[in-house]
């Protein structure tokens, strides 16, 4: 096995090869059993110091990576676009070289832009971790998705995987469904046709209207939430037409011959993608996908400050 | 690669087991308060041959075991070329108050073991480490840490290089000698 990433940041799924998913899968077993001890502490990052730039809002991401980095014995500084100077005209450059200047060695970052992260990684000397950019891609939470469905299936290698929902505005959906393709896995995307991007087969996905079917074919269902943030103009009539049509609750999947394993990136919206009882249901796996983003985010962090040499 | 130098062969090599095994037997009675930890991945091959050596020549016996990976507490992380990748730690147990007996095949500069000393303590706080290695490379040390069992003492330039087989993946048992200029494995 490889023992280093071959990128210094980890701007999406894309861009890293299927021996730096298992790499990081590796890792994250070990960190692991870490957290899961009285003390839940390393000391391997206590010379790193990681600024985590939050642009948009986050609850999940931003604790667990904040959890990750602490984990990891890191120092760790907080920014959060609302309370900054980015209200007062300041560019994105000239926010983050600020930050710099004052010797940060790491950057984790969530932008409303897709790109920004690349757009950083081109002009600054620090290691980027994307936390979610835009529509485009969400490589941390992909990494936790895979892992947390390999824990369940074993090797994905064949495993058929549906993600269901607003496939057009998620970055989660991108990003899972190269980290999925990449590790061999067969990925459906579900959704109305008005929240799925007309070409996303060239990804190698095939795409589905029918909710039923593909939850009898599927082994996991990775259900996402409607984005209405991110939506200009009106692509489903109505919420509760969506979650008549695309919602799971507890009546259908007792019809199913075969239950797939119930997932979610969170925030759910209880009643619109899932009904309450199928949220917290045996077959959701909501909760260890949280656990587990906090052992991934500790190897991506651990494996990418690895590379670099102490200065 | 050139042949190394035998240091102790699979006779001696037993012989050595068992007397560690004794010692430590010797040492800790009916082992009540003690466990033993085995540093992954060298150390644990090490550890479960003592603890079979024990089990066998004292039945009374009876310890927790467990494996310490050292990755994530070493000292030159950043600072070396190549990154070690991990192995897993595999200890379900608090060693708070517990007499520990730490396993390591080679003792050489004695930074496994000052990683593992950090790595116990997130563990619990023992009462007592003792650390027992079966070669002792008594010129090498940075760091004041010394072995409590030791199997074979070997005094050698820093650049030789000293490998112990194990018959589970070697033909037999037994520690090899490379001299400085043929060191490479």
């Known amino acids: 096995m490889n023992q280093q990433l071959s990128t210094k940041h980890l701007l999406g799924i894309k861009y890293i090869t299927k021996e730096d998913i298992e790499l990081i899968f590796h890792t994250a077993d070990n960190f692991k059993e870490v957290i899961n001890r009285p003390i839940k502490k390393v000391p391997s990052l206590r010379d790193v110091t990681v600024a985590n730039l939050f642009f948009e809002n986050s609850t999940r991401t931003r604790i667990s990576f904040e959890l990750a980095e602490k984990r990891l014995s890191a120092d760790v500084v907080n920014f959060s676009a609302a309370a900054s100077s980015v209200k007062k005209g300041e560019t994105l450059l000239d926010t983050v070289n600020n ?97 799925i991007q007309k070409h996303i087969s060239t990804l190698g996905v095939d795409v589905s209207y029918n909710l039923r079917e593909t939850l ?38 007792d019809s199913l011959k075969n239950v797939p394993v ?24 909501i909760l260890q996908q949280v656990e587990n983003g906090v052992a991934n985010r500790m190897a991506v962090l651990y494996l990418l400050a690895s590379r670099e040499k102490l200065k | 690669m050139k042949e190394g130098k035998i240091i102790l062969d699979k006779g001696k090599f037993q012989l050595t087991l068992e007397r560690l095994s004794h010692q430590v037997i010797e040492n800790h009675g009916d082992f009540e308060n003690t466990c033993i930890i085995g540093i992954q991945e060298r150390g644990v091959l090490l550890a479960e041959r003592i603890i079979a050596l024990i089990k066998k020549n004292h039945k009374k016996a009876k310890f927790q075991y467990g494996k310490l990976d050292i990755t994530f ?66 010129f090498n040390r940075h760091l004041p840490i010394k072995a409590d069992y030791t199997g074979i003492n070997v005094d050698s330039l820093d650049e030789a290089y000293v490998k112990v087989e194990w018959n589970d993946e070697h033909p037999e048992d037994r520690i090899l000698f490379f001299s400085a200029d043929k060191k490479k494995q």
């Not at chain 1, 919206?269 to 077959?283: K, P």
């Not at chain 2, 003792?107 to 002792?136: C, H, K, M």
């Open chain 1, 99 to 195: 930050i710099l200047s004052m010797k940060v060695d790491m950057v984790v970052m969530r932008h409303p832009a897709p790109g920004a992260p690349q757009f950083l990684a081109d002009r600054i000397d620090a290691n980027i971790i994307n936390a979610g950019d835009g529509t485009h891609e969400h490589p941390t939470q992909a990494l936790l998705d895979a892992y947390s469905m390999r824990e369940q299936l074993g090797n994905l290698k064949g495993k058929k995987i549906a993600i269901i929902g607003d496939i057009k505005h998620s970055r989660v959906a991108l990003s899972n469904i190269y980290c999925l393709k990449k590790l061999g896995a067969k990925v459906v995307v579900c959704g109305p046709p008005t929240l």
């Open chain 1, 216 to 253: 009898e074919w599927a082994d996991v269902a990775n259900v996402l939430r409607i984005q209405l943030e991110r939506q200009d103009i009106q692509y489903i009539p109505s919420l509760r037409e969506y979650s008549q049509y695309y919602g799971i609750n507890r009546a259908l999947l």
């Open chain 1, 262 to 285: 119930i997932m979610h990136p969170g925030p759910i919206n209880r009643g619109v993608e899932l009904s309450s009882d199928v949220a917290d249901s045996e077959h959701s796996i």
């Open chain 2, 73 to 138: 507490y070493r000292d030159d992380f950043r600072r070396r070329d190549t990154p070690l990748s991990p192995s897993s730690t595999e200890l379900d147990f608090l060693i708070e108050g517990k007499r520990v007996i730490l396993i390591d095949d080679v003792l050489y500069t004695g930074r496994t073991i000052q990683a593992a000393l950090s790595a116990l303590q997130d563990f619990g706080r023992p009462l007592q480490v003792e650390l027992l290695t079966l070669v002792n490379r008594r």
